[in-house]
């Protein structure tokens, strides 16, 4: 399977602004496939470890958070404007597993994926997601 890199250049050598963009990026291009805190490593070109640490610190969060974050996102703005069904929301979100995605989605929004779209049936999607933005903490 081919993933689609935010860009090229130097990895480890970039600010803490530039080395989230680049994972932002890469997560933005690839959240609806199979991706990990592995495969984004490789692409960015760090080591694992390297990049959870200083992705955490720069974003207070970790990479793992921000791929379940991003498809979160994703999946709010499918069940408010789509028909797809929960299952198929789940797939196009680039989760396998219904019953995980059903945790993550209640752990971050609140409600089911079912409520959540019987409650905000045909509103526009910037009305029920907040813009998907890390900001940097003021320790980078």
């Known amino acids: 399977m081919q993933f689609r890199v935010a ?5 480890n050598h970039q600010s803490p602004t530039a080395l989230v963009e680049r994972v932002v990026q890469f997560v933005e291009s ?10 984004v490593a490789d692409a960015i070109g760090y080591s694992r470890s390297h990049l959870t640490t200083a992705f955490r610190h720069a974003t207070g969060m970790p990479v793992t958070a921000w791929i379940i974050h991003r498809r979160i996102t994703a999946a709010r703005e499918l069940l408010g ?10 797939e196009a979100v680039g989760f396998t597993d219904l019953c995980y995605f059903t945790r993550q989605f209640v752990r971050h929004v609140g409600v089911t994926p079912g409520r959540f779209r019987a409650a905000n049936n045909g509103m526009r999607s910037d009305k029920i997601t907040a813009p998907h933005v890390i900001t940097l903490s003021n320790s980078a």
């Open 30 to 39: 690839n959240y609806t496939r199979q991706i990990s805190l592995g495969t």
């Open 81 to 90: 404007e789509d028909n797809l069904s929960v299952a198929r929301t789940c």
């Open 7 to 11: 860009e090229d250049g130097q990895a």
